[in-house]
């Protein structure tokens, strides 16, 4: 139901060659090289102040580098999963609502779900938990609960390249453990994952690692 493109996990959905980034005069990327594939989880390390973010940014189109290239395989679908962070209580977003924004991609936000892609939005509800859920408003949501609607959204999404910021920073075990799930299902169905992360223990699987120290690489795993 979920099922990015068909490709092989040789396929570089994102290359990242000698990727520069300065803020203010100081250097957050320095140099980087980064590779993701169809059909893998990049759990991207490092303390704080390492680049993390900053290399999520840039993979996402949302900073630009002062020197370097970022290269996305053309037509790639990306999906961007943010840090959970607090909303109003009254905000007008229920659940359903956050999902089937997923499928504005496909359909436009002025059409009708069809029938598949309510089965699918009902399917990643689901899958992270939140059936019961689906008619709360976003806003009245623990943070656990929002980053798994986010999440939701991606696996509606069907995107290529999924992007995460910290997906389980302060949550609780159980929200820990339903989205490294999902984090998985997204890498099993043919999705390119980067996710960025104090912990790489937070996650079940693990393809590759990178870990940056200082906007530097400090080193590479290829876990499998």
Known sequence: ???????????????????????????????????????????VSGPNGSGKSTLLGAAAGLVVPQRGSVEVRPGTRIALVPQSTPLPPRLPLTVHDLVAMG????????????????????????????????????????????QRALLAQALVQRADLVLLDEPMAALDAHSRAIIADAVDLLASTGAAVVAVTHDPGEFRRIDDRLELEDGLVAATVRAR
């Open 1 to 43: 139901m979920f099922s990015s493109s068909l490709l092989l996990p040789t396929t570089h959905m994102l290359s990242m060659r000698g990727v520069a980034v300065d803020h203010e005069g100081h250097p957050a990327l320095r140099g980087i090289d980064v590779d993701a594939h169809a059909g893998r989880l990049l759990v």
């Open 103 to 146: 499928t504005w991609g496909r359909l436009g936000s002025w059409r009708p779900a069809r029938k598949a892609d309510r089965a699918a939005m009902a399917d990643a509800i689901e899958t992270v938990g939140l059936t019961h859920l689906t008619r709360r408003r976003i806003g009245a949501l623990s943070g656990g609960q929002r």
